[in-house]
């Protein structure tokens, strides 16, 4: 079973940095599409960008190009989000999901139904 966990989250006022993590277990890990997504209250679940945990290939949404990046550790089991330039618009409950894909599709991988496991959230709010 794919248990994954995020962390990292909080406050910071906008301009500011924050590094979230998600630490993945229960499946063979390099071999998947992974996703990270956020949601604000009374907002659907948006798509920030996928990776391919084998290539390491990733697709960014629009709103994120530029300011946010995303990585692996494969020895560690764990991919980061590195958000640089936090706006107040990116406050929102921070997401890790997992696909049974074994690659990412550049025209589904930022949409929630393509995941089957998602971690419990970490929140991200950015004060203006």
């Known amino acids: 079973q794919v248990q994954l966990v995020e962390s990292g989250g909080g406050s910071v006022q906008a301009g500011g940095s924050l590094r979230l993590s998600c630490a993945a277990s229960?499946?063979?890990?390099?071999?998947?599409?992974m996703g990270w997504f956020r949601q604000a209250p009374g907002k659907e679940r948006e798509g920030v960008v996928c990776?391919?945990?084998?290539?390491?290939?990733?697709y960014y949404a629009d709103s994120v190009k530029g300011r946010f990046t995303t990585s692996q550790d494969n020895v560690k089991n764990t991919l980061y989000l590195q958000m640089n330039s936090l706006k107040p618009e990116d406050t929102a409950m921070y997401y890790c999901?997992?696909?049974?894909?074994?690659?990412?599709?550049?025209?589904?991988?930022?949409?929630?139904?393509?995941?089957?496991?998602w971690g419990q959230g970490t929140q991200v709010t950015v004060s203006s």
């Open positions: 999901a997992a696909s049974p894909a074994r690659s990412c599709g550049t025209n589904w991988c930022l949409r929630a139904f393509a995941y089957n496991s």
């Open positions: 229960g499946y063979t890990y390099s071999s998947y599409c």
């Open positions: 990776i391919n945990m084998g290539g390491g290939s990733t």
